[in-house]
């Protein structure tokens, strides 16, 4: 059972970096139609100023966090601010390829520095910190996972809900048309929206870069977890982001920690293929995902 | 006029003969002392023979393992450049970026592949797979910074060093055999590709031969980022002795997350999966210096008593000063040194053609390093094409050069000495 329940808690704490992930990819779809290809590399960036700022520059965990945060924010914004504005009203396909090529830019720039291999993360704790119970360590880094994800839900969900731009952004994603027509400022929104996927991404970086112990470049290639996260979860569903991936992340560790039992059967690796495979059955059955709209077009 | 048949005749028979000495001529030329066969790469008029390096200069694998390991490469033909070249002839190194990509290697390889006499590097397993059919297709030598056993079956690979495979059986020789554990419980967890199934068919092999009581096998994916459900199985099963054949990043997370779940048996380090940095991290390096183990070879760095060693550091103070103790480094250092004996030796017989060069490769028998790795043995067949069947065991350690400091000395297990390629 302690076996079970170890799997289980690294599951949720890994799906909570899931759904930071696919938070930032639904906020943006939500806002602005695009699927932001770049998400694994804001994660990336982050993860590697909060780790330069600790150890080259030698400021405190919390300090390296929050330059981290302004900086990624600040490339979202501008981002959106000198290349995608440019892109409104062009195909779907060109803004995607835009954004292809800024997760190009922002990895090949931390490669280019000569400091991302082996880089140890920023953390304020040691790699054993957290509690035993029962047989089964329930480790810092993936408590504090679980929380600040718990708190960034609620955050969001107060902002969409209480708050001025929030409306905004939630008019804008309903009808932007419309939303123009009754005097909300789109650019703003955008900004907005690109601004808050980096700094979920950023944080769900730096918890990442800790679970791992070091991290490279590669860092960024999670977001290709999160994407089945998203789509299971449902496109433009923010609380279908957050549910598809704690599945996503229970899913795969389950698996992993139990198909060597079955390993005649399935072989080896077959963790890697769960998420698309639930992915895919849940399609079957809801194809706009489970929190997903159902578009209706008049015709 | 009239030309009587005879004469005729002569003039046919001279002009067949003029024609066939201007072929002869084209396709090899004369180097003074005696003939000297060539055909790609070799410039008789610039004195310069040419050779390909394809390795990534950009990307994850560049810094810690493709710039360091190339600029041994560079350091070496500098020195030997330095005091002449290779019976005249100065070396240029044609240099490509394959980014770790095998679409790209191949890519590069073509481009160049006509302008070289052979490839002094081609770094990375599935990169150098993606070329083996390609290599034997065109007679080109290549030598593969890689240590794959099956490359051993390759006749156009050159291999520096003693492969996965035998690191593996080595590392349970020094286990059961010098540290008298008997029948120790052991696991392993390896990467899923095929430097993970060359650690893996190794580790079998070990088990057969030492009697080791397998309790548990793992995989990961190189995009793994979490190693919770790996630990934990191997924590499950009890294994006392657990093998990483694995990259440096998964290590440390695989190591970390199992002490943090309470789990800290032996753990010993395929060679590729440590690296210097991995130190930099905060509890990791008290665990890796307490509780892991690497599997390797080469001098220890700084150690001038071996006269390879001392001749590279007064290379490196000549040509590259600001190099430090890089394990790759030495590598590569070795590996030029490896492909200086088959162009002295192609030298040596006049012919530097691909075929001459071959036949020099195959028939090199023993390289000196002087030192550096192991004396490394050459020959036309598979199991003679494995250059070296030692390792040495390390213990890992920050104060040292390199940080890595030998347990066992170099030595070849048992099971090793008898493994088939």
Partial sequence: MAYFIQL?????????????????????????????????????????????????WGLNFFLAVFIALLITVLIGVLFERFALRYMIGRPAFAIIMITIGLDILLRTGVVMTGKANERPPATPYGIASGVNYGGVHFGENALWTILVTLICCVALYIFFR????????????????????????????????????????TIAGIFLAINVTTFDSTLGSIALFAFPAIILGGLDSIPGAVVG??????????????????????????????????????????????????????? | MTIRPALRMTIGALTCFAILAVFLVGCGTNNGG??????????????????????????????????????????????????????????????????????????????????????AE???????????????????LVSAATLDSYLAREPYMVLIGTPYRLQVENAFDYIVKKLGVQHPKTGIIYQDDGYGQDGLTGYKEAMACYGLKNVGEATYEATDTTFTAQ????????AQYVFLTAIPTAAAGIIGTAHAIGYDPH?????????????????????????????????????????????????????????????????????????????????????????????????????????LYPTLHYGSAPNQRVPSRDNTVYSIDSSVAGNLKSLSGDFTGSCAEQSQF
């Fill in chain 1, 8 to 56: 289980a808690f690294a599951g949720l704490a890994q799906g909570c970096i899931y759904a930071l992930v696919a938070l930032g990819f639904t906020i943006i779809f939500k806002s602005s139609g695009v699927i932001n290809f770049a998400q694994g590399e804001f994660l990336l960036v982050g993860a590697f100023i909060a780790s330069v700022a600790t150890f080259e």
């Fill in chain 1, 245 to 299: 991936g704690v599945v996503i992340g229970l899913v795969q560790l389950l698996t992993q920690g139990y198909e060597s039992h079955i390993a005649n059967f399935v072989g080896i690796g077959f963790d890697t293929i769960t998420p698309y495979l639930l992915m895919i059955i849940i399609l079957l059955v809801r194809p706009y995902g489970l929190f997903g709209t159902r578009k209706v077009e008049r015709v």
């Fill in chain 2, 231 to 238: 630990a934990a199985q191997l924590k499950a099963s009890g």
């Fill in chain 2, 34 to 119: 005696g003939s000297l066969k060539t055909d790609f790469g070799v410039d008789t008029s610039a004195k310069t023979i040419s050779l390909g390096i394809l390795t990534p200069l950009s990307g994850p694998v560049a810094a810690p393992i493709g710039i360091p390991l190339t600029k041994g490469i560079e350091t070496y033909f500098d020195a030997v450049n330095a005091s002449g070249g290779i019976d005249g002839y100065k070396v240029k190194l044609i240099e490509r970026d394959t980014q770790y990509d095998p679409q790209v290697e191949v890519s590069d390889y073509q481009q160049i592949k006509n302008q070289v006499a052979m490839f």
């Fill in chain 1, 162 to 201: 209480y708050t001025r731009y929030g409306l905004a952004m939630r008019a804008a994603a309903i009808d932007q048309e419309a939303a123009l027509a009754m005097g909300v400022n789109i650019r703003l929104v955008y900004a907005l929206a690109w601004g808050i996927a980096a700094a979920v991404a």
């Fill in chain 2, 267 to 371: 753990w010993v380090l395929q060679s590729p999966a440590f690296a210097s940095g991995l130190l930099q991290v905060k509890g990791l390096n008290t665990l890796l210096e307490h509780e892991a183990w690497v599997v390797g070879q080469g001098a220890a760095w700084g150690d001038t008593s071996v006269p390879g060693m001392a001749e590279m550091l007064q290379n490196i103070q000549k040509y590259d000063p600001g190099q430090q103790p890089d394990g790759y480094f030495e590598f590569g250092y070795t590996e030029a040194k490896v492909t200086y004996a088959i162009l002295k030796k192609a030298f040596d017989n006049h012919d530097v053609t691909r075929a001459g060069l071959l036949n020099a490769f195959n028939s090199l028998n023993n390289v000196d390093v002087g030192g």
């Fill in chain 2, 122 to 140: 081609s770094l990375g397993t599935p990169t150098t797979q993606a070329i083996v059919p390609l290599s034997a297709n065109d007679h080109i």
